[in-house]
Antibody, heavy 125, light 107 residues
Framework: EVQLVESGGGLVQPGGSLRLSCAASGFTFSKFWMTWVRQAPGKGLEWVADIKQDGSDKNYVDSVKGRFTISRDNGKNSLYLQMNSLRAEDTAVYYC??????????????????WGQGTMVTVSS | AIQMTQSPSSLSASVGDRVTITCRASQGIRNDLGWYQQKPGKAPKLLIYAASSLESGVPSRFSGSGSGTDFTLTISSLQPEDFATYYCLQDYNYPRTFGQGTKVEIK
């Protein structure tokens, strides 16, 4: 079964750190871009970061640049999000997602086709 | 960052209705747009990519159209399982940005 399972969420104080993990199974992890998306309570979706298949290219939303680091270990079929200097506004459910990279008409597009169940991060004193 | 604006923010409709949701980009994004469905407490689900390509396994009552700045998601005949929140997402450049969502409720 194709699956993503996040872990590592929890309660952390402002200024603290947390490392999220996303374990992939049922597909060749090393062939896909991977993404983190978050959703604050009662709010919409926010794209956070993504990483290329070999880890050589990473992108972030401005609000987390310099604080969050996305990484992956293809040998362990795992995706990570290291979150430092956490703020109250980082409180959210964090989802990892596979980018299927669907191609049509000679071009390829983001297509977040497999998602984890999400892990809750709460930043509060 | 490119701003994605969806309208309406919410709508009420009945089973069998035709429903249209609009997404407007703050600049041209070619056809680099996807649509996602999210039900309460669940992860989003991919419906459409490249503005109009239906993801495998998604019912054909869902369709997408548009290019440049204006895009549409249409549900041709609303089914009970379609009551959810829908989001557009641009993948033209970084950072990727979602619309604020459109909640489809039962009338």
């Amino acid at each position: 079964e194709v699956q993503l399972v996040e872990s590592g969420g929890g309660l952390v104080q402002p200024g603290g750190s947390l490392r999220l993990s996303c374990a992939a199974s049922g597909f060749t992890f090393s062939k896909f871009w991977m993404t983190w998306v978050r959703q604050a309570p009662g709010k919409g979706l926010e794209w956070v970061a993504d990483i290329k298949q070999d880890g050589s290219d990473k992108n972030y939303v401005d609000s987390v640049k310099g604080r969050f680091t996305i990484s992956r270990d293809n040998g362990k079929n795992s995706l990570y999000l290291q979150m430092n200097s956490l703020r109250a506004e980082d409180t959210a459910v964090y989802y990892c997602a596979r980018d299927g990279g669907n191609c049509t008409g000679g071009r390829c597009y983001d297509a977040f086709d497999i998602w984890g169940q999400g892990t809750m991060v709460t930043v509060s004193s | 960052a490119i701003q994605m604006t969806q309208s309406p923010s919410s709508l009420s409709a009945s089973v069998g209705d035709r429903v249209t949701i609009t997404c407007r980009a703050s600049q041209g994004i070619r056809n680099d747009l996807g649509w996602y469905q999210q039900k309460p407490g669940k992860a989003p689900k991919l419906l459409i990519y490249a503005a109009s390509s239906l993801e495998s396994g998604v019912p054909s009552r869902f369709s997408g159209s548009g290019s440049g700045t204006d895009f549409t998601l249409t549900i041709s005949s609303l089914q009970p399982e379609d009551f959810a929140t829908y989001y557009c997402l641009q993948d033209y450049n970084y950072p990727r940005t979602f619309g604020q969502g459109t909640k489809v409720e039962i009338k």
